[in-house]
């Protein structure tokens, strides 16, 4: 009362004053207070304090019960002294989340919060949100939201995230890339829809010949004029492909010595197995836009840096045509084999009776440049057995390019439609491939019965066709009809792995619904399993046979070394760019890390391409290059530069089999020829082991015998053929050099037999003053029978040994001979006697002379295969 009177206020502060100015009597003696609350030293008197309950306390106990210390002088507080505040909160009647308003309690706002301190609702701190009102604290920003303002209620997605609403409430989901979210919801460039995946009207993310590729920014639609002409270019380069692939296919099949179309076959997995990994790494776009910022600096200025030029879109047709661009893409998809095959039939039907139409034309008129001394038919029925010959041929063309086009197809339809059924979870399950489309609705259902049977008729019916198809002609799979029309399929892989393409094809399968993943990580995983599954299958097993050195095991160990290395470092990027706030010095998220995981990736590749350049080299330079010397023809400097670095490499060496003795001299050989040599003689052992019950080494010189003839034979048959035409300079370039001379032969004698003096039959009288050397030049081996081939070459082999063969020539030759030798063919189970060939043997193999030297004949010499 005493300080209340001398205060002349109720104020705490001036209490608190005059307390601590004047001490106070009471009867217990005068007390006066020091500055934290406590009863002066020299007091005589002991004090209580009285303390609240604590806050989790009922305020009606809070307000109406209290606890006591006893305090000695000088001792300090336990708890400090309430303030005014305190003391008003413990009676507060609002929950918190709640405030006071003239004597009702009303909920914070959105964006605000009261805890149970506090009397007044405040806004939240920056990085923290409140979306519901009444609330007593604020929650944590989550990943990918924008909370960078106080009194933030509903936070927007950041940049680079996009906000879904989902069942369970928001989701903030990453962009991919994430230049392509903008924040807010707001995308950039021409990007339109969820998560900025889709592209507005006129727009396209397709660009270049790498349809699928880039950084998934919109850019404008090239005019239609262009897009149709590069479209309609693509196709014919698409075509021109499938076309190489096909022409080295039949050389394959006519030589087992041609590599062409396996390592061919080799690439076009390459390129399905590295555009997989490499869109689905991260560096691949930064790959992208820092190629472009070197060649266009001022490209990384402006509002659409991100957008790069569309050169090329088949969206961009289809958007013009008012078709919608997924659902066409399923029915292409589904629809372009059957397309393909029929078009692919059309042609041939068409190439057949022009070619028939040209026989029946020229038929009379090639009688005047022939004196009939290299014909073994009777008159009348040569015409008939050559369209016949010509049907024949028509049939083999048309099954062996319709298994082409289904290989190369195959990938790019199974993409397609594996996009159709995988879905993802976002506010709602939604199509992967297109996030605007609700997976099981009515728009979605059709499409994914549709993709659903086009996997199983096209990806696994594919597959399982061409295994039944091998499976059952097994035991037939070296005849040269056989090989014509279904080579592709197990060219180049050892006997017992025949089947190993509908393996692959079963292998594509698998890698590319990994790849159409939608989470970034389970894709990784998946992909790096399935990687190492099969890099490990095939280091075990070795499917590829070993010419040429195992250039084809090798080729493949790199393919999938590539995908192995690119899917790993990738996953490895990833993990770094995760651990930034655990690595504060920044190695592995710095620039050292990224340019050493583009060298690794970069070198990777770049091995497989020189591996497989230099395999293409061997088999299209080196080879005929050897055989025009071997011929004795004059090379040029950079023909026998070519063939000098081939020997500096321990290959080219070759050697000697001595008919006397059957001994092989290996004296000129490297050590990795010899190698080689001992594994082809070891794999004729395991052939006649697996026919006999006990196994005899001395065969095997049975087996080396008729290779070494076979080696000569084709040797000779196809020198002849080069002396024949050493108007030909190159063998790599007879193609084109046999077309201009074609042409221009057909034209002289179009103008020949238009002229009035070939209409009196001048032409046939005249024709025997034809020189030799001309008409010998409209003659070819290939007329003749397979008899009359291998008499001919028999008289050849008087007159002297050949110079050496070479170690992959007796390779394949051996390969040749290694299905007859399972069959039990009585000829090579015999030890010999003399040094000839089998009479059963030359027979039959006289067609496969035949095949050797069909490789090396340009096109404007077609001939029937069984002639």
Known sequence: LEAVIGAGSYDPSQLREALLRDPVRTFYNLISFQSNGMMGSTNPVRTVQ??????????????????????????????????????QRAVFPCKPGQYLDEGRCLACSPGRYRHFESMICESCEVSTFAAEPGQSRCQPCPQGANCSSPGTALPVAAAGYYLSSGKDGDIYLSCSPMSLCLGGNLCGGSNQGNMCQQCKAGTSKQRGFWLSGGTGACGKCPPWEQNLVLLALFCLLYCGYTYMIFKATIASAMSIRRLGSIILKIVVNYFVFAQL????????????????????????????????PVYLSFDCLLQQSGMQLFTTQVHAALLLIPAVLLCNALVCILRNLLFLRRLRRQAPQESSFDDGSWSWHEDGQEDSQEESKQWKEFRLTIIQSSVVWIFVLYPGIVKVLIEGIVCRELDVLRLAGNLDIVCFEEDHFYIFVLCISGLVAFGLGIPMLFFLVLYLRRDRLMQPSIRRKYGFLYNGFEHRCYYFECIYMFRKLLILFAASMPQETIRGTLMLCLGLYFFTQHLHLNPFDKREFQVLDQLEVLNLWCFLVTVLLQLLLRAAESAKTDDPSGVLHGPILKSTVLAVVASSHLAFWLHALRALVSDLLIRPLRLRQAAGMQLKRWQLAFLAL??????????????????????????????????????????????????????????????????????????????????ISVPYLASLWGSARAAGRNFLRKARLDSPKTQKGHLEEGSCDQPKTMRDKTLSLLKMPAMEVASMTDSLQGTGEMDGIFVEELHDALMILWPEIRRGRPQLHQLPVGKEPSAALRSSQGQDLLIEIQAALPPSREVSLTS
């Open 646 to 727: 081939h020997r500096s490499w321990g290959l080219g060496n070759v050697l000697f089999f001595r008919d006397e003795t059957a001994s092989l001299d290996v004296e000129a050989l490297s050590e990795k020829e010899k190698q080689f040599l001992n594994v082809a003689l070891q794999n004729t052992l395991e052939c006649y082991m697996a026919s006999h019950a006990s196994a005899r080494p001395g065969l095997v010189t049975a087996a080396l015998r008729e290779a070494v003839h076979i080696c000569r034979r084709t040797r000779r048959l196809q020198v002849d053929w080069l002396q024949r035409h050493e108007d």
């Open 277 to 308: 990994a490499l869109q689905s790494a991260p560096f691949w776009n930064e790959f992208l836009e820092g190629g472009r910022s070197l060649f266009d600096p001022g490209a990384s200025s402006g509002s659409n840096s991100k957008e790069l």
């Open 50 to 87: 009285l303390l609240p309950l604590s806050p989790d306390a009922p305020p009606f106990l809070r307000a109406n019960s209290t606890r006591h210390r006893l305090l000695r002088p000088g001792t300090e507080l336990v708890y400090e002294m309430p303030t005014w505040q305190q003391k």
